[in-house]
């Protein structure tokens, strides 16, 4: 193998990686996934869980285009939860509890079975380049690996330092080396980079808590699953998670060792990920609560290791221990790890190009922690559109990039690129302007056209895609075209504390009342009719249902996007020279010179571009 020249080489099998590896390979690139342990493949360094708001949309985002984030969190799931189903459905977001070790186990058979994907057990130590160009990886062993492309998606590791307490050592992960040499060699090539940090809390043995003092916190009732494939199936069976509460006593004692914090005590400088503190961190912050809350997530089906997610922690292991022992339900705690804080590498994402290309050497892409993400939903998504343009560079066809209007994954790196990043970047629901289009429900009507184009979502995919697409316009259409009489209607609206109707109305427009909810027209027999003759699925039903009644949202956002759209069309010269532009602000030249955005709409959004300095810019162009 080490004679060969791989089309695209990845480095790093975390979430990132994995999704690169095999979004490389399924397009029919030669690829090699080089790894420091093989072991450990998409390993979930920190919660047992995928999805979460906005999470979950780009797991099902993922899905559609052919990636298998979604099918192998169906398929090692312990638990299912549709988040803020009381909010309307731009804001639904699925979460799955998972088994750690099934997930890990599933992902690894995946890639196993996948074509022209090679595998490789050793550190990078660097990179090959060549006239601007990357060529290949060369290994801690001194062996150099021939490739067209290369994906780094370190993680972590990239000269990680954990910390407990007063001490730290060198490391990517508990119980796994740190990567040395990249970060060094990138900065002789010219690259900027920084540090940040994240923390996770301990691990505790599960037959040691007292279950009875705390509430229960199980699954949904009926519960659905990320993948838009039949292959996977909803879970029958669930395990339940618990929450418990800290308190003014563990506050307390955790202050006691707030001296031998390294983040109080200054040893480190770097920032951590703002909407996921560690305990200290929230003591700190919110010091009016006396309280905060405790998930406490199973690892798997049949493991009793469990994680306390809210704790997270870098104080000495002795501080943790005792001030656990004191939340309700951890009396008698036993650890199997202690939490810790880890420092690692980053480098800040406005190097990169829409397609995760860095623009200081041509073929080198990075996607996950080390574009400053967190979370690895986040670092799928970068790894699934870093391996498509690779494959894609490599084969000499057009890049595959997407718009803010067309997925979360496109919100994602848009911001990354175009804004940057100062601390652990995570992605939320409010950081998309048009989040009623981009639901979790619609994102196989979104993507899965493309993905199919791409060669990764497969032909069987995309019909039944297309035939959940036309069940529910006709759906709609069926509402639109149906009228019932104030006789029908009636009873249905009372029940509902809904105004009345005096003559007959089109059932579209009583469907559209906020108040009334599919349920409510299953009452009248046409509707429950069709539903029977047509052999409407949930899917179906529910897309059809936020059709009709959130129209008026989702043509409004349509049009928004198609107006901003204009002026994505408005492409900017390469290398495009700002200091000659006068009229604009000193700041915007610098800024847009850095940057150096591809489209009018992409310089619009940039830190510190103001309207008149577009103005300026789309005047010198002739607009």
Excluded at 33 to 44: D, R, S, W
Excluded at 113 to 137: I, P, R
Excluded at 152 to 169: E, M, V
Excluded at 521 to 536: A, S
Aim: charged share 25%.
């Amino acid at each position: 193998m080490f004679n060969e020249v791989y089309d695209v080489i990845v480095v790093g099998a975390g979430h990132a990686g994995s999704e690169a590896a095999a979004a490389a390979a399924n397009m029919g690139s030669k690829t090699l996934l080089v790894t420091m342990n093989l072991q450990n493949i998409a390993q979930m360094s920190c919660n047992p869980a995928m999805g979460g708001i906005a999470k979950g949309q780009i797991v099902r985002e993922i899905d559609a285009l052919g990636g298998y984030s979604g099918i192998v969190s169906d398929t090692s799931a312990i638990q299912f939860k549709m988040l803020n189903k009381s909010k309307g459905p731009a804001m639904w977001s699925p979460r799955v509890q998972s088994d750690r070790m099934r997930f890990a186990e599933d992902w690894r058979l995946l890639l196993e079975k996948t074509k022209n994907l090679d595998f490789y057990q050793e550190m990078v130590s660097g990179l090959v380049v060549e006239n601007g160009k990357v060529a290949g990886v060369r290994t801690s062993l001194g062996l150099k690996i021939s490739g067209k492309s290369v994906v780094l998606t370190n993680g972590t590791f990239l000269n990680g330092l954990i910390h407990i307490g007063d001490k730290n050592f060198g490391g990517g992960r508990a119980g796994e080396k740190a990567a040395t040499g990249i970060t060094e060699q990138l900065v002789k090539l010219g690259f900027e980079s920084g540090r940040m940090k994240t923390g996770t809390p301990p691990r505790v043995d599960g037959r040691s808590l007292d279950y009875s003092k705390m509430t229960e916190q199980p699954g949904d009732d009926n519960p659905e699953k990320f993948s838009y494939l039949d292959i996977t199936k909803p879970l029958s069976n669930q395990r339940s998670c618990y929450m418990t509460y800290t308190s003014e006593l563990v506050h307390d004692l955790l202050r006691e060792g707030f001296d031998r914090s390294p983040m109080f005590n200054g040893r480190i400088k770097s920032l951590g990920p703002r909407y996921c503190p560690s305990i200290e961190d929230k003591i700190n912050r919110f010091a009016d609560k006396d309280r905060h809350q405790l998930f406490i997530e199973p690892e798997g089906w049949n493991t009793c290791e469990v994680y306390v997610n809210g704790f997270s922690t870098s104080l000495p292991e002795d501080v943790q221990f005792k001030a656990l022992r004191s939340v309700v339900g951890f009396e008698n705690v036993k650890f199997f790890r202690p939490g810790y804080a880890i420092e690692y590498d980053y480098f800040p994402p406005t190097q990169l190009q829409h397609t995760l290309e860095t623009k200081l050497v041509s073929g080198l892409y990075f996607a996950g922690q080390i574009n400053g993400t967190t979370g690895y939903e986040e670092a799928a998504s970068q790894g699934l559109m870093a391996g498509i343009n690779a494959s894609l560079k490599v084969s000499e066809k057009d890049a595959f990039t997407l718009k803010r209007d067309e997925a979360y994954i496109g919100v994602l790196i848009d911001d990354l690129i175009t804004k940057g990043t100062e601390e652990p970047y995570r992605m939320f629901t409010s950081r998309a302007e048009y989040r009623t289009l981009l639901r979790q429900d619609n994102a196989d009507l979104r993507l899965t056209p493309k993905g199919y184009e791409l060669g990764l979502a497969s032909e069987k995919r995309l019909k039944r895609m297309e035939k959940k697409h036309s069940e529910a316009e006709k759906f709609v259409q069926f509402f639109r075209s149906t009228s019932v009489t104030p006789a029908e209607a009636n009873p249905v609206l009372e029940s509902k504390n809904s105004a009345l109707v005096k003559q007959q109305d089109k059932m579209f427009k009583l469907f559209s009342r906020p108040n009334i909810d599919i349920n409510d027209v299953k009452k009248f027999k046409l509707v429950r009719d069709y539903i029977l003759e047509n052999k409407l699925d949930r899917e179906v039903i529910e897309q059809a249902e936020i059709q009709v009644k959130y129209s008026g949202y989702i043509a409004k956002e349509k049009n928004n996007a198609d107006k901003l759209n204009r002026l994505e069309n408005i492409k900017i010269p390469l290398n495009f020279d700002y200091s000659k532009l006068k009229s604009m602000s000193l700041e915007a030249r610098e800024k847009l010179n850095k940057i150096q955005p591809v489209t009018i709409s992409q310089a619009s959004r940039i830190s510190g571009v103001s309207p008149s300095d577009i103005s300026v810019l789309l005047v010198y162009m002739g607009r």
